[in-house]
């Protein structure tokens, strides 16, 4: 099996920022395309938190993962940043995962404070985020 060298994976070359749409400003946390690679996801997951955690920052997130391993690893480290890094979430959004995927990060965040959806559609995604926040 021919692996993608690590630098030059879709996933590491993307980054992740925050942008206002449908009246509202959401965090794109843009964790896709990053395969098998679970240490590489982590790294980015906690270089990204350094700047999404801040007060400034939205507290709508949409989390892309399509494209890459779902792990126990990963999910645990996600679930470590919403609900124990000491930003308050009102409304997140997984994009990409499948139903086991799914299935375990619902269970990892069981005693989550927001509001929370698996939406295969990033634009759909986005457009839920909006609409919730606008109520």
Known sequence: ???????????VKKKSFSMYFGG???????????????????????????????????????????????????IAA?????????????RVVFVGTDRAAKRKIKSALTQAAFALNFINDFEKAKEWLASESIM
């Open 1 to 11: 099996m021919n692996m993608i060298p690590a630098e030059e994976l879709p996933g």
């Open 24 to 74: 509202s400003e959401i965090w794109f946390e843009h964790l896709d395309g990053i395969y098998g690679y679970t240490d590489i996801a982590v790294e980015k997951l906690e270089n990204d938190y350094l700047t999404f955690k801040k007060p400034s920052m939205p507290s709508l997130i949409a989390i892309n993962l399509d494209e890459t391993e779902v792990s126990d690893r990963l």
């Open 78 to 90: 996600i679930a470590e940043k919403l609900l124990n890094g000491g930003k308050r979430f009102t």
